[in-house]
């Protein structure tokens, strides 16, 4: 507990802000380790206060206003987390100027106020970060800043509003209408109650001006931005769109391919089946960018939630708390592990296939030496072959140790219907 | 041209050494307005002189040995580009202990001496960055170290040796051999003359000690690092597999579920079809992550070659001169851009759903209308229906202005034989 403590003042305790003061306890000593410095949160407004409550944050925490907050001295960094545009771009211009940093996940202001308040922050020489406001847990944003900095951006093609994603991968699998499936988002909390600034992209089309804004130093006007959303898409032309090759998205779309001019637009989109983004489905994100060096690069992951926002919001007080502490690696302040694991110790599902004698039994012989070594059978091919020298069977197994499955294996080579040595792969089933 | 300049040593002048030199010429003030600085190559070190004389390095600027480099108290960057351990391991050594920055992308060295390299950069104070050396011009590393820097990471799975996954894509899509296709991958450049490196593991299983180091701060030592390559993969298994729902992918795998002990290898792996990494192709890296506050996150693009590779060591000096220069957003230096095309100006390929009197001729007007407008058909469906008010026409359109497109739309729709508003759709090819 020797780092210095930096104060942060959370306004806003909705499904973000809960999300923040949850994982900033919990990934306290990690962050301190990695920053130098321990981030806490000293003072909480919000106008819900027994979600709080609820959540742990101590009374004494709670205050009515965010006034409340850029007014102590005490505080260095606002999160702000309120959502809304006025009363938010007075919170953090109100912040800025009292010499403090801010950390925002609002689109919807940024898209309309972000030239004005970068301006601020930059004449006050403070942060104003907001990686958490596109896309989620996707660190894009620093993608498009830093890790990819040597490059003019020629387009990006985003899949940034999980809403709109969600209904439109439903009714491809489902072959059901957009009213319907509607219903079902905003029964699972996919949609909000009023679904308009999912549905019409208009969330889209804030996300976008924010990528261009980085993109290109160009913050375009909500009125300039064109936007069309998915409530006219009909099941049928997901159908016949995919006869043709194709998956319907709705893509944010910025291309700068003609010197000086830009495009920019938010449109429900055919895409070929063969580009990944085309395999991008559900509530997921994925960001597709070209650059004059480094051609394609794909960005995916979660782009909503508590948790996956919250640690872009994370990432973002790091950076500001990596200027106060250590700068140094993230990862060198202490070994996370203290052994590693011996290839046969570890525990994997593995993919079989021998050469047998093409008579009944020979499946039992073999499931017999697996049972007797604890590893269970997920499934079984035997084709039709007219091979001389026995057949294949191949087996799909469940999860065992290597061990345990390479004594298995030696067994099973020795039994007398097995012609010849046997081959295997690890398979990796992304379950753990 | 009042940036301060920051000098560069370069040392070797191989694919990447070749993309540096011409990259940075190239994205000079690109750089320069992004990072506040001029990064300028002074010195020049190659066996392999020709090259660079062909490239335009002045013959001034070349030198017979990276000691001329390090020695030169106006360098304060140096390139380590040279390939190999020994030597480079010297070089870096000796570059950090002079007081400067050292940016590589060899792997082989980090896998063996990282920990020792890091050690003396952080007593010296200087930076010693290497985004390069693991996934080419995808910026993981820094996306670890920063963006995620919130989670602790629970699993990697990379595919990272673009050679291997070529020879693995190629044997699945022609039905050929191990061998047959080794052969062609050393005919197109995508193999080394000696394959060992890449199609036995060990270059992966460098990537993967580079990553399991930043992300949990152990060097794994190469002999503890189970590394198995794809020699042994044939046709046969690659087949069976897909007829499981499985691909064959060389992965490098680390997982970190089990509290202290870490699991890090290099093996051939079947992967779900569904998984996003089954869908990674060719030379194409990939590396999904996952985080135990953001869950799951993909990282995709070229993981090798002249200028992806150099995209990564670009970034790196933007991030050396950006602590010299000036510590701003990379965008709000100049607009690139002067104007925000409008909807009906841009250009694209479209859907196009007709409602049509089921009867001959009707394709016929309505490619005539097309074609007034000069818009291209590339394809045409129509289905066969038992619709009352019509039958479905299909088109997919080339190329189009959006206000020519919608002008035809409107004349189609005029048309006695198109019974309903057409239905039409933007499509996105990713052709340019």
Redesign the interface.
């Known amino acids: 507990m020797s780092e210095p403590v930096i104060n942060i003042g959370l306004a806003g305790f909705g499904t973000v802000g809960r999300g923040v003061w949850k ?1 900033l306890r919990s ?1 306290e000593d ?2 301190a380790c ?2 130098g410095a321990r981030l806490k949160i000293s003072k909480v407004t919000t106008r819900t206060r027994s979600k709080a409550l609820d959540q742990g944050v101590p009374e004494s925490m709670l205050v009515p206003s965010w006034k409340e907050l850029v007014s102590d001295s005490q505080i260095e960094i606002i999160v702000e987390l309120m959502g809304g545009v006025q009363e938010a771009r007075e919170l953090v211009m109100t912040a800025l100027r009292s010499g403090k940093h801010v950390v925002t996940a609002n689109k919807a202001l940024l898209a309309a106020h972000g030239e004005e308040l ?1 301006g601020i922050a ?1 004449e006050q020489g403070k942060k104003l970060l907001f ?1 958490a406001s596109v896309a989620g ?3 894009i944003l ?11 951006v020629k ?1 990006i ?1 985003g899949i940034i509003n999980g809403t709109c994603n969600y209904i439109l991968t439903t009714m491809r699998d489902q072959k059901r209408t957009y009213e319907d499936v509607l219903v079902d988002a905003k029964r699972l909390g996919y949609a909000e109650a009023d679904e308009a600034l999912d549905v019409d992209g208009y969330d889209t089309a804030h996300k976008a001006a924010v990528l261009a ?6 913050w ?1 006007p909500e009125a ?3 936007t069309q959303g998915i409530r ?3 099941q ?2 997901i159908a ?2 995919r ?2 090759g ?1 998956e ?1 998205k709705l ?1 944010a ?1 910025i ?3 003609l010197e ?6 938010v ?6 089946l063969t ?2 983004l085309a ?2 489905d559900g509530v997921f994100n994925a960001i ?1 960018l070209r ?1 004059d ?10 782009g909503a939630g508590e ?2 926002t ?3 919001v ?2 973002d007080l ?2 500001i708390a990596k200027g106060r502490g250590r700068q ?16 046969e110790e ?1 525990i994997s ?1 593995y ?1 079989l ?1 021998l050469t047998i004698e093409d008579k009944p039994g020979v499946l039992a012989q073999v499931a017999t030496v697996l049972g007797v070594h604890g590893i269970g059978i997920s ?1 079984v ?1 035997q ?1 039709e072959t007219h091979e001389e020298n026995g057949v ?1 069977l ?1 087996i ?1 197994l469940h999860d065992a140790q290597e061990q345990k499955f390479v004594e298995a294996v030696k067994e099973i080579e020795k039994l007398k219907v097995v012609q010849a040595p046997a ?1 295997w ?6 379950s ?1």
């Open positions: 994982f990934q990690l962050l990695r920053t970068l930059r990686e847990g996707i660190p620093k993608a498009l800043q830093e890790g990819l900095v040597a490059n003019h387009s093609h804004a980085l993109a290109y130093g160009v375009v300039k931005l064109f006219s898409i009909q049928q032309d016949f769109a006869q043709l194709y319907v893509l779309i291309k700068n391919d000086e001019t830009l495009e920019i637009r449109n429900p989109t055919l895409i070929p580009h990944v395999s991008v597709s650059g060096v480094v051609g394609d690069a794909l960005f995916y992951g979660r948790a996956p919250t640690s872009s994370l990432a790091a950076e140094e690696a993230a990862s060198f302040c202490k070994p996370l592990v203290k052994k590693v694991l011996q290839i570890i599902r993919y296939r499934s091919i084709p294949p191949i799909m081959v792969i690890r398979v990796e089933d992304f753990s």
